[in-house]
Nanobody, 125 residues
Framework: QVQLVESGGGLAQPGGSLRLSCAAS????????MAWVRQVPGKELEWVSG????????YYADSVKGRFTISRDNAKNTLYLQMNSLKPEDTALYYC??????????????????WGQGTQVTVSS
């Protein structure tokens, strides 16, 4: 069965960095677009970043552009999110998501087939 397992969250100071990982299994990872989304309790899901199957095309929300970098290692079936220059407003539960085959409408939640359980990121001094 499909599994997405996030890790790497934690507490960081403003201006600090964290690197999230999402280990994927149960499907051909290299064939699907993947994304990171985040959610603050009581608020809607917010798309953060997406990457095409081959890894050559990446996309970012304006709120994280220039600070976050998405990448993938298809040989290791792993998705990453390098988060630099963290701000308190980046505090959220971060999920990785697998899009349906051919999907790339990052903020259309019906495009997603599977989600991980999430990893908490807290940015605070």
């Amino acid at each position: 069965q499909v599994q997405l397992v996030e890790s790497g969250g934690g507490l960081a100071q403003p201006g600090g960095s964290l690197r999230l990982s999402c280990a994927a299994s149960g499907f051909t990872f290299s064939s699907f677009a993947m994304a990171w989304v985040r959610q603050v309790p009581g608020k809607e899901l917010e798309w953060v970043s997406g990457i095409y199957p081959g890894g050559s095309h990446t996309y970012y929300a304006d709120s994280v552009k220039g600070r976050f970098t998405i990448s993938r290692d298809n040989a290791k079936n792993t998705l990453y999110l390098q988060m630099n220059s963290l701000k308190p407003e980046d505090t959220a539960l971060y999920y990785c998501g697998k899009l349906r085959r051919g999907g790339s409408a990052w903020s259309i939640w019906d495009e997603y087939e599977y989600w991980g359980q999430g990893t908490q990121v807290t940015v605070s001094s």
